[in-house]
Every structure is written in structure tokens, then in C-alpha cells.
């Protein structure tokens, strides 16, 4: 007997040979073994060559010239086949002494599918048999990049597997693979059922060996090891999953390849040794791809402790998304059409699973490493429905402007230092008020120059401006759509119509502390026109500023809950803008001061008042003497003289037989 070495290698060809075992009779106890191990592997009408082409076989009883051959000879004859992953596959007849073959078989060098390792016969009584599985081919291929429409590569209805994923979480099966996939099959009826609920009892019931990881020594991936242990990495999660499958009648496949899992780095590249394992399983005349690892939890950034939580994007994941972080060593196994190089999958931006279950469908840019242009760089993500966002930069949000759009979001950003930095994204559902944030993408941004001119006030909060969040708060229509408000000379007003039963609270803020806490609402006047309501801003100098918009139901006495923000900014240095007048409870909000606007009059001068109030029946301005107003066509107007006084009020008569004034207004009077 010679012995023959196979080398893989790109540029091997297919050869055929004719392999010939003349069994002597001291084997027949080893042939025996070799049977039951194969049975149900035997290839029957197609015989596939390794790269996902079929020929068909010439018909059993004859030769390859035609000539009929004894039937006893047919059934004695034994075809062994063996695939390797790399891309080897051997197919070997054994035929008694003096037979005649029957047919040649290939040997392939090029890229070809894993064998599932055979069962015993006899562990298998009462399941079906598997046929050794095909290789991908035309008809398994989805087109890429993803065409957006589902997140699986078949219709899956969730809902309708509620039942089956309650059994399958209770069955507690752990001395035999055999009786644990009898117990789940139970309730399950098609090869999708079968599979998910092997699916998700792996899912629920093995956990990560992140002691294993670190210590081989104490790791074994055998299936019953796995099975009996409760964990393994994710070499012992496929090869369980594999085992079941095959026993549970389903064609699946162990892949291996490199994954961008923990410890992955943005912009890596990948040599050497495969990284990760995952399973293909074959259901409706496709082959779909799943991995139990990433759907049954994680680990931390440590990687000393796991933690279940289940993860339903990693089962019958489409192809399109699944390479985005599994790239097999067989391309066939992308299942995409055209396939993605590893340069491809090594630039691609990574979006983990949390971005495509919250609906979000594409960023830009799509490559992991962006670079600013005059010190600005921009994100944008696009999605089904309307998603809060936020981000951190370097660990911060403060040096970005992130707005809320529709259908996703836009982020522009101006790192203050050179470097690499790294961005991170967050995402949460719009109904999820109290949720937390998911890290959906990571970028590293690369700066070479700094805008110091865009430096935004601490107190500004992500996202800025108007948006689809602000409307269902009720702010409607507002004046100015944009996050930024730009202003020469320091004054600008915006409006919006307000949603019913809304109070609303504004105050502005900047980070040079020249603002107190009274004053921050006293460069604010409110002006209410029916449902419209009108912020008049006067900046008290030149910088930017930040007007934080508050609102709550006139009906509840509770406090004021934050609502959004504006970045107001003034390049003007000359601009010094006081406050509006201090008012009081009793001027009510659907009132407006025409003039004097300034709460700062001028000494020893007479100034106009001009106010709109209703329901009054007499007005006075208090200075150093008493100023009565007087009614004309809704409005109350008079003048006041300011001398010798530093502080000018003005009072209400409501009831006209009533003596007593109430105080709506104050103001300050300059200094001589």
C-alpha cells in the first residue's frame, strides 16, 4: 500500500481517481464498524464535486460501460466519503475481491464543505438519517449588500414559535445528545421547528467557558462533554449544535473563520488561524447560517465573566448581515452573491446586532475609520422608524451637534485635539423612555487640524434642536428647523405652536458663569398669541449659548421636565443686551410688554410704557411718584418719569371697587 499527501492549495485542480480496497477477510470486523458509521452518508442519484456542482451517476447494476453487474455486488459495494472544511474531499469505494467498480470518484482540491461527523447506527434508532450535506451553490445565494427587507434569510414568524421556545427552555435533559434532541422534537413538527428549538435550548442552557478560554487545558469541545458540562467556546456550541441537527434528521454544517467579536479593534486586519465557529443549517432546499455563541449571551470587557442574554439576531441570520462580523474561511459559505474579500470585511463599518434590531438600516460613512476635514467629521444613520440617539466622543458628548431627523440621525463633530479618537454611537427604541442606550456603532475618527471656533457650551445636551421627539411633546411648526440659531445683533425671537395644556419654561445658558439662576430666565420673555407662543431672547454678550426649552401639563402641579435645546451663537463683541423686567405671579401669561422691553431704564428720563392686559381695571407705574395708564383699543400706555428712583413697579387694580394693586413688573433704574 503507497500513501498519498493532499496540500491545499489556490491554485490545485480537480483530479479524479480510481480508489480500489480489496478488503481481506481478517478486516471484515473493521469493514462492519466502517458501515454503521456511514450509514445514511451515501450520496444517491447526484454526486456533488466539492464546489457546489452535481453530475448525475450512472444508473445502480451497471458499469461504467453499461454492462449489468450482480446485484449482491451492488449491495456489498461501500462508498466511504470525507470532506475537510479546508477544501479536501475523498470519496473511497470498497468492493470484494475481484469486483468490478462501479463508478470513478472526484477528489477535489478546491474549497468544499465539512462533513458532519457520522453517528453509530445504533445511536440513531428512531431518527432519521441525514444525507452528507451539499455544498452551497446558485440557489443558496443572497444578494449583497442587503437589500433591506429582513432580517432573516427566510419568513420567520416569531410569535409562532412562543410555544415551542417555552417547551424548549424546560426541557432538562444532560446524560445523552440522543434523548435531549428526542425530548425537544417532541413539540416540533417541520425541520424549522426542529431546528429552533435545538436552537434555542443550546441558546439557554450552555454558557461561554471563559475559564476554559484561558486555561485549554480544562476546555473540551466534544458534544457530550459540552452537553454533560453545561458551556464550551464557540467550537463545542456549533459541534453541539451540528450533532443535534444530525440527529434530529437536519443537513447542518460546522464553519469556522474570523469573526469581529470581543476584542475585536476597529480597522484590525486578520492572519492566521481561524477565530470563531458557527453552524450552517440547510431548511426549504437553502442553506442559512446561525451562531448559538452570539445568540445565547456575552461576556464581559474582561472576559472572566458571561452572562446569558439571549440574542434572536443570530438565528437564520441573511447572509448580507451576517458577513458583517463572520467571514468564513470557505467564501462559498458567505452565501452572497458576489462574495466579499477579506480586505472587504476588514474596512467594512462593523454594526453589531443591536443596529439592525432597533430598526436602524445604513450609516455613513461605511468605513470604520473616517477622517476630518477642517476639523469636522460627520455621521449619519438612517432608519425604519423614528430613534433617539445620543454619542460619545473620547468619553464625551460635549465637542458634537447631533439632530434627530425622521428616519434617523445626523452628527457632526469637531474633536479639540489631534489624534485618534474614538466615537461611539447609542441607540434606543422612541417608546423606550427609560431605557438604556445600545452601543450600535464605534468609529475612530482621525484629526488633523482643530476648529477652535467650534467649542459648544457644556450645558448643551445631544440631541440639539426641533425634531420628531420635540413635536410629540407638543411643539409644533417651530420658526427656526435648525439645531443653530445665529445672531449679529444679539437679539432673536422663536416660535412655536404649542400642543394643549402646555406650560412652558425657558432658560439660556453659557459657560463663562455670567449668568445666575434668575437671570438665565430674564433674558427670556415668553409672549403667548393663542397656541403660539414667542421666546424673545437678548444675549447679555457676545459668545455661544445654550436656550434649554422645559415644558410640562398646566394641570399637574409637578415640576418642569427638560425638553430639548438650541446652540444660540453671536460673533458681534459690542453686543450687551440687558435683561427683561422681573415679573410677578400675577402677570399672566397671555399678557405682552410692547414697551419699555429693557428691565434697565434710563435715569432721570421719561419713558413710554405700552402693555397688553386684559380683565384690568386700573394700571399704575410706581416710581418716585404715581403714573396712571391709560386703556386705548386693548393696549395700556402712559409715560413715567424716572427721577429720583432706582427702582420702578408696575401695578394692577383688578376689581374696581377693591383698593388693592398688585405688582406684575419691576424694573431697575441706571445709576446716575
Not at 614 to 619: L, P, S, T, Y
Request: a positive charge.
Amino acid at each position: 500500500m503507497g500513501t498519498v499527501d493532499f496540500k491545499t492549495d489556490p491554485s490545485a485542480v480537480m483530479i479524479n481517481l480510481l480508489l480500489i480496497v480489496h478488503p481481506e477477510e481478517t478486516a471484515s470486523k473493521q469493514k462492519g464498524q466502517r458501515e454503521r458509521q456511514t450509514e445514511g452518508s451515501r450520496s444517491a442519484g447526484l454526486q456533488d464535486d466539492g464546489n457546489g456542482n452535481s453530475r448525475s451517476q450512472p444508473p445502480q447494476g451497471r458499469d461504467l460501460n453499461g454492462r449489468r453487474v450482480s446485484r449482491e455486488l451492488c449491495k456489498q459495494t461501500q462508498a466511504v466519503t470525507s470532506y475537510s472544511n479546508e477544501g479536501t474531499q475523498v470519496t473511497v469505494e470498497i468492493h470484494p475481491k475481484d469486483a468490478t467498480p462501479q463508478l470513478f470518484k472526484k477528489l477535489s482540491f478546491g474549497k468544499g464543505p465539512r462533513r458532519l461527523p457520522s453517528l453509530r447506527g445504533q445511536d440513531n434508532k428512531g431518527f432519521q438519517k441525514t444525507e452528507a450535506p451539499r455544498p452551497p451553490g446558485g440557489k443558496d445565494l443572497h444578494a449583497y449588500p442587503w437589500d433591506k427587507s429582513s432580517l432573516k434569510s427566510m419568513p420567520v414568524d416569531l410569535q409562532q414559535f412562543e410555544k415551542l421556545d417555552a417547551y424548549a427552555l424546560k426541557v432538562n435533559v444532560k446524560n445523552s445528545i440522543e434523548e435531549l434532541v428526542k425530548a425537544l422534537l417532541k413539540q416540533a413538527r417541520t425541520d424549522l421547528e426542529k431546528v429552533r428549538a435545538i436552537w434555542i435550548w443550546i441558546c439557554h442552557h450552555i454558557e461561554y467557558d471563559v475559564v476554559g478560554y484561558h486555561n485549554k487545558s480544562q476546555l473540551s469541545s466534544k458534544p457530550i462533554d459540552v452537553l454533560q458540562m453545561g458551556k464550551s467556546v464557540c467550537e463545542g456550541y456549533a459541534g453541539l449544535f451540528e450533532q443535534m441537527c444530525s440527529i434530529a434528521g437536519i443537513q447542518c454544517m460546522k464553519l469556522s473563520g474570523y469573526s469581529k467579536g470581543h476584542g475585536y479593534k476597529i480597522g484590525q486586519t486578520f492572519t492566521g488561524n481561524s477565530d470563531h465557529a458557527w453552524n450552517a443549517v440547510y431548511l426549504d432546499g437553502r442553506w442559512h447560517l446561525l451562531d448559538s455563541t452570539w445568540g445565547s449571551g456575552v461576556v464581559d470587557d474582561s472576559f472572566t465573566k458571561f452572562t446569558f442574554r439571549y440574542n434572536e439576531f443570530y438565528f437564520l441570520t441573511h447572509p448580507a448581515l451576517f458577513i458583517n462580523n463572520h467571514f468564513p474561511d470557505n467564501s462559498n459559505w458567505q452565501l452572497l452573491k458576489p462574495t466579499l474579500t477579506l480586505k472587504d470585511f476588514e474596512n467594512n463599518m462593523l454594526h453589531n446586532s443591536n443596529f439592525y434590531m432597533l430598526g436602524l438600516l445604513t450609516a455613513h460613512p461605511e468605513t470604520a475609520v473616517i477622517q476630518t476635514v477642517n476639523g469636522k467629521a460627520s455621521v449619519s444613520v438612517d432608519c425604519r422608524s423614528a430613534t433617539l440617539f445620543t454619542f460619545k466622543l473620547m468619553g464625551t458628548d460635549e465637542h458634537g451637534l447631533m439632530t434627530l431627523k425622521k428616519h434617523g440621525m445626523k452628527l457632526d463633530i469637531y474633536p479639540q485635539r489631534t489624534g485618534s479618537h474614538k466615537l461611539q454611537i447609542f441607540a434606543k427604541p422612541s417608546k423606550a423612555s427609560e431605557g438604556v442606550y445600545d452601543c450600535v456603532l464605534e468609529y475612530i475618527v482621525e484629526c488633523k487640524s482643530v476648529d477652535k471656533a467650534m467649542r459648544f457650551p457644556k450645558d448643551l445636551h445631544q440631541p440639539v434642536g426641533p425634531s420628531w421627539f420635540t413635536e410629540r411633546q407638543g411643539f409644533l411648526r417651530p420658526s427656526h428647523p435648525n439645531p443653530i440659531i445665529h445672531t449679529n445683533d444679539g437679539r432673536c425671537s422663536v416660535t412655536f405652536t404649542l400642543g394643549k395644556d402646555i406650560s412652558v419654561l425657558a432658560s439660556l445658558h453659557s459657560d463663562n458663569g455670567s449668568l445666575t439662576e434668575d437671570m438665565r430666565r430674564r433674558h427670556i420673555m415668553q409672549i403667548h398669541r393663542g397656541n403660539q407662543i414667542e421666546l424673545k431672547i437678548h444675549l447679555p454678550h457676545a459668545g455661544n449659548f445654550v436656550l434649554k426649552i422645559y415644558a410640562k401639563k398646566k394641570s399637574d402641579p409637578g415640576n418642569y421636565d427638560y425638553i430639548f435645546n438650541y446652540l444660540i451663537t453671536c460673533l458681534n463683541t459690542e453686543v450687551k443686551w440687558p435683561a427683561f423686567p422681573q415679573s410677578y405671579n400675577k402677570w399672566v401669561e397671555d399678557y405682552e410688554i410692547l414697551e419699555p422691553l429693557s428691565g434697565l431704564l434710563p435715569a432721570n428720563r421719561n419713558v413710554q410704557f405700552k402693555l397688553k392686559m386684559h380683565g384690568i381695571a386700573k394700571v399704575l407705574v410706581q416710581a418716585e411718584n404715581t403714573y396712571p395708564l391709560t386703556q386705548n383699543r386693548g393696549y395700556w400706555e402712559g409715560t413715567c418719569n424716572t427721577s429720583g428712583c432706582r427702582e420702578v413697579f408696575v401695578m394692577v387694580h383688578e376689581n374696581a371697587n377693591h383698593s388693592f394693586y398688585s405688582h406684575v413688573l419691576k424694573y431697575e433704574v441706571e445709576t446716575e
